[in-house]
């Protein structure tokens, strides 16, 4: 090999094959197709290998490419390691790409993120906001956040908590409808329901064998749509307690039969990969999180 690899042509390598191809990869970037285009142009030549095939419409890595890409990875974290070695006297800096599902980026993150700003101003933060489980190379993030039972115990995870679940209405929508006494008498309403996962529309309640039934008012496929809904008056519904612990301070919403809900409280926890976890920034950031617990 008559010269060495760049690092500048592995990162776009890389940053193709995760982001799907070379236009969102040009556009995540900030750069042209063409000086991604010649980056790989320049690999392969060095190489001696097809990296990828590509078509008007996507890219397909070949064999070769696939073992470059593994590579070229370990290669890219080790750089990034002896930079956090060789800068370990100032302060974490860089992008932190972080995944979390839309009610906890605005009820917890989103209140608290001024003060992890002032700490640590040369940290990059870029939020994605999701419902659902992502791949976390696929969704290019750093660290997700997931609120649930995770789904691979293997999974390097940091708890953060857990939060309670709590049944509410607003004062004038049960004003209108009735305040139920019991928990049959929520039979008599009714529910603006979740669309996924669909449990959480469940009510059971302790010394009930059977849950209680309630008609559905309304379904959303988005927990603050679900929210907005039940401020609205459209019906009861169950959050955890983190999503409308305002709501209920400000008297915006009441709770029904306090602690009388029969599930269990919802565990908070952050994912990460293993091929960052000795990041500082991603270390200060889990740090972070663990101080702000549900808000």
Do not use: C
Not at 68 to 77: G, M, N, Q, S, Y
Not at 132 to 158: K, W
């Amino acid at each position: 090999m008559h010269e060495l690899l760049r690092m500048g042509d592995l990162a776009a390598f890389v940053g193709i094959v995760d982001d799907g191809g070379f236009a969102e990869s040009a556009r995540r970037r900030g750069v042209s197709a063409s000086t991604l285009s010649r980056s790989v142009s320049r690999l392969e030549e060095q190489l001696n290998v097809t990296l990828l095939r590509r078509t008007t419409r996507s890219i397909e890595i070949t064999p070769e490419g696939a073992a470059v890409l593994a590579e070229a990875r370990e290669i890219l974290d080790r750089s990034e390691s002896l930079q956090e070695i060789a800068t370990s006297g100032q302060a974490p800096a860089g992008p932190l790409r972080v995944n979390a599902p839309v009610p906890y980026v605005l009820h917890v993150l989103a209140p608290r993120l001024p003060e992890f700003r002032t700490q640590y101003p040369d940290i990059q933060l870029s939020i994605d906001m999701t419902d659902t489980l992502v791949d976390l190379i696929g969704s290019h993030a750093d660290v997700a956040i997931r609120l649930g039972p995770l789904p691979d115990s293997e999974m390097l995870h940091r708890p953060l908590g857990r939060t309670a679940w709590k049944l509410v209405a607003t004062p004038a929508y049960l004003d209108r409808h009735g305040w139920p006494k019991t928990p049959a008498d929520l039979a008599q309403l009714e529910q603006v329901r979740f669309a996924i996962p669909e449990h959480i529309n469940t009510l059971r309640f302790a010394n009930h064998k059977a849950p209680v039934r309630v008609s559905p008012a309304l379904t959303a496929g988005n927990g603050e749509a679900v929210r907005q809904l039940v401020l609205n008056g459209l019906g009861i519904a169950r959050f955890s307690d983190f999503m409308i612990a305002e709501d209920l301070r400000a008297r915006r919403l009441v709770e029904l039969f306090p602690g009388q809900l029969d599930v269990e409280p919802l565990e908070i926890s952050a994912l990460y990969l293993t091929r960052i976890s000795g990041l500082r920034r991603l270390g200060v950031f889990l740090d972070w999180l663990g101080t702000i617990g549900e808000g």
